[in-house]
């Protein structure tokens, strides 16, 4: 999730002092040349997003995809030094960076409720710089370890009330826990981030296995795990999911680098189908309020673009402008992203 979109200045200068001087002069000269086109490059696109309805709210920030919690009032961002800040929007206007620290090997992600009542607090959870899961809430003291060693941002949700983080261990199998539990393994061989959602009825964790294929396994009422089952394809992004009503979407880029997506109603999957596009970046997902399901992503001309489903039928991709150097992230009625500036910017889209 962390990796940037473009190519860094600071490579080809580091890579100059490997050749001899009058090289170097040269591929300096065209380094400078370089920066002082990137930086008006940055302001056209600050000038064009910001016609387009795009503001900016706050950074700079590291090109991680801003973890946004539905309906859309927070979002989590990861700054340069791997400290963490979360924005809070309050009678429709965003605040400035607030500072939660940390120091992480992962993006900081909110606890999304599936089922049930939304938790009464905000929590929170990321690993740190020693590979263990930590977790932090809104009225709580700091941050606090729940021990292990995982090697991919966690996925937190709140499920008949209860609130599970999940996370890839060192074995590549999937690990999580309860405030009341310790680490239990559902194993499998995963080598994404999770995504996680629900038909109403089931919690659904999907994963990219080391055969390229989605993986899913899901949790009943009746807290019981089904066996890993896969459903195909060649992945190449990790998934992101969303869900409204009874089913359940899946979504992620496939070799072709278009958007696919399948989706799950009473415990059955459908098949794979494609969005179409050319993805530069992996899709965000989001549903909005009026019970459509949106997705998100970065194309090959770093401008947003998105599609939704509505009554059925899915809508042309909308070119939403821009220019992003991270992936989308969604609430039910605004996109953010990280420009080429490092900023967070944010428009709304529904």
Excluded: C, K
């Excluded at 997705?295 to 673009?305: I, P, T």
């Amino acid at each position: 999730m962390r990796s940037r979109l473009r190519a860094s200045a600071t490579v080809l200068i580091v890579a100059i002092l490997a050749v001899p001087p009058a090289v170097a002069t040269s591929s300096l000269v065209a380094a400078q040349a370089s920066n002082t086109s990137e930086e008006s490059q940055t302001q056209t696109a600050q000038a064009a997003a910001l016609a387009l309805g795009w503001s900016p709210i706050g950074g700079p920030y590291a090109a991680a995809t801003p973890e946004v919690l539905p309906p859309g009032d927070y979002v989590f961002e990861i700054d340069f030094a791997d400290e963490s800040w979360v924005h809070v929007r309050e009678n429709g206007v965003w605040s400035e960076p607030i500072w939660l620290g940390g120091l992480w090997n992962s993006v900081v992600v909110p606890a999304i409720t599936m089922t049930g009542a939304p938790q009464p607090n905000i929590e929170a959870f990321g690993v740190g710089y020693d590979d263990a899961m930590w977790y932090g809430n809104q009225y709580g003291a700091g941050w606090h370890s729940l021990g292990g060693l995982f090697i991919h941002d966690p996925t937190a949700v709140t499920y008949q009330g209860v609130t599970y983080v999940f996370g890839i261990g060192w074995d590549n199998a999937v690990w999580y826990r309860s405030p009341t539990s310790g680490w239990y393994t559902l194993g499998g061989y995963i080598d994404s981030t999770l995504s996680a959602t629900t038909d109403g009825t089931n919690l659904y964790i999907s994963g990219v296995g080391g055969d390229g294929a989605l993986w899913s396994t899901q949790l009943s009422p009746s807290l019981t795990w089904s066996p890993w089952q896969s459903h195909g394809g060649i992945v190449t992004s990790y998934p992101v999911s969303a869900h409204v009503g009874g089913t359940g979407y899946v979504f992620a880029s496939g070799a072709d680098d278009a958007v696919w997506y399948l989706s799950v109603t009473g415990g059955q999957w459908s098949g794979w189908q494609s969005l179409g596009g050319i993805a530069l970046s992996p899709p965000g997902a989001a549903a909005d309020g009026l019970g459509g399901v949106n997705v998100f992503v970065v194309g090959q001309d770093l401008a947003m673009y998105s599609r939704r489903l509505g009554g059925g039928v899915w809508s042309g991709w909308q070119n939403l402008g821009g220019a992003f150097i991270s992936p989308p992230g969604a609430g039910a009625s605004q996109v953010f992203g990280i420009g080429l500036d490092d900023n967070l910017w944010v428009a709304d889209y529904f």
